[in-house]
């Protein structure tokens, strides 16, 4: 794996031995350039708050087609076996499997369908790659949510990703409800960089994908946030999609209704924002948590 040794100047400096004030971002939310499926009034507040959502981006056949696929996936002995599936530590249960838009060919039509791929095109205002899939099942009564936390926080200190050029979209394929774990974001905190305290343990992957203890950020800089921002929660019925910027503040409760959480989640990267060595880790991450070809997504 060859690693681009030349790095952007390192703007988000983060994982410090001590506490470290916030950054204000200087690059945009929505970087234009390139149409899309996303009208402009939702552009504009996606620019503002960092995410939009999306009611029925998928129909209810093909949230059923999606959720016999995660079935299929979950129960298959050797990718329950596979390094790329994560399972919860208490119930043995699958929790995530990586790199899903590789394993299932259903998943690989999805990042290419105009409506996930222009919408990220759009927003990135660039062609994009996926840097990173996965599906997750947060089962009723035991799901574990996941603390606060900005991805971009993790994918610039252990992946190498230099600026926050990236979108998330989270596709619903259970109802999310206020109640079963749905995920909650700061609208508007993808502006502020939060730096996080501690050093990147070597393979920290093998516990953060599980429960992160590094790059979590103080109480002080949520209690901030949430107070500048507030808080919104992504609620909707199975077939609903939330595209969210790579900064933006989020977490999940535990979910201990009998109603699953299930989604599919996919990191669109820019092009231009190709991963260089890690900025606060001893070793990148294995690709199939952060891609490492960056070639265009093409339909
Ligand atoms: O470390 C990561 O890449 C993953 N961790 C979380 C909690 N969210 C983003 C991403 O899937
Ligand atoms: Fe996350």
Known sequence: MTLTETRVQDHYRTRTPEPAPTVERPEPTVWGGIDGPIDAATVAAHDTRGHSRYTDLLSSGEVQAF??????LAS?????????????RES?????????????????ELVRDPRVLDRARQVLGSDVYVHQSRVNYMPGFKGKGFYWHSDFETWHAEDGMPLPRAVSMSIALTDNHPFNGGL?????SQRTF?????????D?????LTEQEIGVPSRAAITALAAEHGIDQF??????ALLFDSNLMHGSGNNITPFPRSNIFVVFNSVENPLVTPYAAPAPRPDFIAARTFAALTR
């Open 235 to 240: 609620t909707g019925p199975a077939g609903s």
């Open 76 to 88: 298959d002995d050797e990718i329950r076996a596979d390094e790329r599936t994560i399972v919860e």
């Open 67 to 72: 959720r016999a696929e995660l079935d299929r």
């Open 194 to 202: 939060v730096p996080c305290v501690g050093e990147t343990p070597s």
């Open 92 to 108: 043995n249960e699958v929790r995530s499997i990586f790199e899903v838009h590789r394993t299932s060919d259903l998943v690989a």
């Open 184 to 188: 909650m974001v700061l609208p508007g």
């Open 204 to 208: 920290h992957y093998k516990v953060s």
